[in-house]
């Protein structure tokens, strides 16, 4: 991890719906996931939830909060969850006197930049089929073909702009098609849509 990690002022254990921080709520901290996983949403003028991310274990999130008075969204626990405190004023004085700490940083943020831009890519993606395939391709484990669900599978609907149904019936088909396979809380991808 960074050289950051000596700086942390603790860790906050949350449980299953728990709120970390709220919207306008007064910048304190950047968080590491440790364990578990925290959604970022924020609702729309008429009240559906938009989730902008889900952070994952390994995963910083909250930077922006770096350059920003108030937090602009919310920071729910979408299971128990364990994060890692980085107390805001410590991180930008760490990060303007040790270009070492800077870069390693920058490189994070530059890795999770490029998982953000290919949600965005999924989102513009029009068919079901291929929106929750290439979510699957892109969230696979170690072995580039099972994704665990961790039992949270209609996760996959707020992350690829689709309807929870919707999510259903596509991967109801796929595994009709037999290009997945569903047991227990894990999905096997058979026949990826890119060869």
């Known amino acids: 991890m960074l050289a950051l990690d000596r700086l942390g002022s603790g860790t906050h254990a949350l449980a299953r719906d728990e709120v970390l921080f709220r919207r306008d709520d007064k910048t304190t901290a950047v968080y590491f996931v440790e364990a578990g996983r925290l959604r970022l949403e ?10 902008l991310y889900t952070a994952h274990a390994g995963e910083f999130f909250a930077e922006a909060s770096l350059f920003s008075d108030v937090y602009h969204c919310d920071a729910v626990a979408v299971e128990p969850s364990q994060v890692r ?6 991180i930008l004085d760490v990060l303007h ?5 800077a870069l390693s940083f920058l490189a994070v943020i ?6 953000l831009r290919h949600r965005l890519e999924l989102r513009n993606v029009r068919s079901a089929k ?8 892109f969230n696979a484990g170690p ?3 099972t994704w665990h669900s961790q039992g949270q599978l ?3 609907a707020m992350e690829v702009g689709l309807t929870r149904e919707a999510v ?15 047991a227990d809380d894990r999905i096997v991808i058979k026949k990826p849509l890119r060869v």
């Open 143 to 145: 072995d580039g073909r």
């Open 42 to 51: 924020r609702r729309t003028f008429d009240g559906r939830l938009l989730v």
């Open 130 to 137: 291929e929106r929750v395939m290439l979510f699957l391709e």
């Open 154 to 156: 209609q996760g996959i």
């Open 168 to 182: 259903y019936r596509t991967l109801a088909s796929l595994e009709r098609a037999e290009m997945i396979e569903r």
């Open 110 to 115: 530059a890795r999770q930049l490029h998982a």
């Open 85 to 90: 405190i980085y107390p805001k004023a410590t």
């Open 97 to 101: 006197n040790d270009p070492e700490s």
